[in-house]
């Protein structure tokens, strides 16, 4: 993958080494995608990551926030290699982000040290069954209870259920609502944490519910203040929406070069596919999202580096473009590709399959547009 668009005045010389970095990290890592194993498969990509030293970056132990072009930058490269290898990276930083963004010395010094070299696997638990989009009206309570809290309640679509060694879970410590809510580490072995049996989606990856039961926490595992767990999450959210738009664009970028060797390899009607005009027209399209996708992401990504408190319309804008955007992408490489576009085990077939859920999780494209609408309608 080209690294010459890390020339563009978002990124300095570090970031352009950490390109290269991570690339030949991509390029030589020896692990293939076992879909039918995704747990197993999660878990040789979180080690090889930590081994490299690459799970560092997404979690800083130094107070400081994230280096959000740094995770773009890691996620373009793992996103365009393997979908399980983005997605392994991507929650060591986002599945600890409260604690690594919000947490105290002693909670950062519990947990980041494990989670950057891969020995610990964390999980984001908010989401719950009535409670994806509008994350205010979740339900799950952290009731007083002595020195510290119980928590009951039911968590959907927990990405590393099973495989975790500490939950991120939101729970409702006060009244209805945004204010009411607050943020608990939950480590696995606490009694009464179950994750439930895994669901299969189309692109696999660990996912399950997660049951809390009468789970016991004390105080200290408390993030921030009670109250404070709406913000935390969307904060926390912010950060990372915009690296889920990079990672769109690395597997829509390998969708694109895979179209481009096919465009100029496939000989029909005695010339190039690539001769033809419309094959040509949907060269272009591709190439002009790709490179619209990548400025708003990393203009996202800079902005928050040079200390924006908040990027909640950037972050917004950037998730939702990229990802539609790699979406129609690959459904141009699958077209171009014919026949093998839509054989199982071809790259673009997975590509196009990998893509999909980008759109939906972390916000989906219709909160998103709410969001932007919001920041527009305030202005
Ligand atoms: N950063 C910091 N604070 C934020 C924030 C952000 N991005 N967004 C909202 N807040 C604050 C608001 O400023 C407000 O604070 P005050 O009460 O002090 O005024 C409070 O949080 C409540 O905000 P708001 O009224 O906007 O809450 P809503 O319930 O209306 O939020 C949306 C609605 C849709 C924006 C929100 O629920 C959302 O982003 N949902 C998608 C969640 C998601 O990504 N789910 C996927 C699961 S994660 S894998």
């Not at 410590?173 to 189309?202: C, H, K, N």
């Not at 094959?279 to 990548?294: G, K, P, V, W």
Request: charged share 25%.
């Amino acid at each position: 993958m080209s690294a010459g668009r890390y020339d563009w005045p978002f990124f300095g010389d570090e970031h352009r080494a950490f390109a290269e970095r991570v690339a030949a990290f991509a390029r030589d890592v020896e692990i293939e995608d076992d879909e039918a194993r995704p747990a197993e498969t999660c878990t040789a990509w979180v080690r090889a990551l930590g081994a490299a030293g690459l799970l560092r970056c997404c979690v800083p132990n130094d107070g400081k926030s994230v280096d959000v072009r740094t995770l773009c930058v890691a996620r373009e490269h793992l996103g365009y290699r393997s979908a399980l290898g983005d997605f392994a990276f991507a929650m060591q930083g986002l599945g600890i982000g409260p604690v690594s963004l919000f947490g105290n010395a002693e909670q950062r010094a519990r947990y980041l040290g494990r989670v950057a070299t891969g020995e610990l696997i964390p999980a984001f638990a908010l989401s719950e069954r009535e409670a994806g989009s509008d994350v205010a009206a979740l339900q799950t309570v952290a009731v007083r209870d002595g020195d510290g809290y119980a928590i009951d309640g039911e968590k959907m679509w927990i990405s590393n259920a099973g495989l975790a060694g500490v939950y991120l879970v939101f729970a409702r410590t006060g009244g209805p609502g945004a204010r009411g809510l607050s943020a608990f580490a939950v480590d696995a072995e606490t009694p009464g944490v179950e994750p439930g049996e895994p669901i299969e989606t189309i692109a696999p990856h660990p996912l399950a519910a997660v049951s809390f039961r009468g789970v016991r926490v004390p105080e200290r595992a408390r993030i921030g203040a009670e109250g404070d767990g709406f913000k935390i999450a969307m904060a926390t959210l912010d950060v990372f929406r915009s690296t889920v738009g990079a990672a769109a664009v690395g597997m829509a970028r390998r969708a694109f070069d895979e179209s481009v060797v096919h465009a100029r390899e496939r000989k029909l009607f005695g010339a190039p596919l690539g001769a033809l005009q419309l094959t040509q027209s949907s060269l272009a399209h591709m190439a002009t999202e790709l490179d619209a996708a990548s400025l708003l992401i990393y203009r996202a990504a800079w902005t928050k580096d040079n200390g924006a408190a908040r990027i909640t319309r950037e972050a917004a804008m950037a998730k939702w473009f990229a990802t539609e955007a790699a979406s129609r992408i690959c459904d141009r490489a699958v077209q171009l590709f014919g026949g093998l576009g839509v054989t199982r085990g071809s790259i673009v077939e997975r590509l196009y399959r990998d893509v999909r859920a980008l759109r939906i999780y972390e916000g989906a494209s219709e909160v998103q547009q709410l969001v932007i609408a919001r920041s527009v309608l305030e202005a």
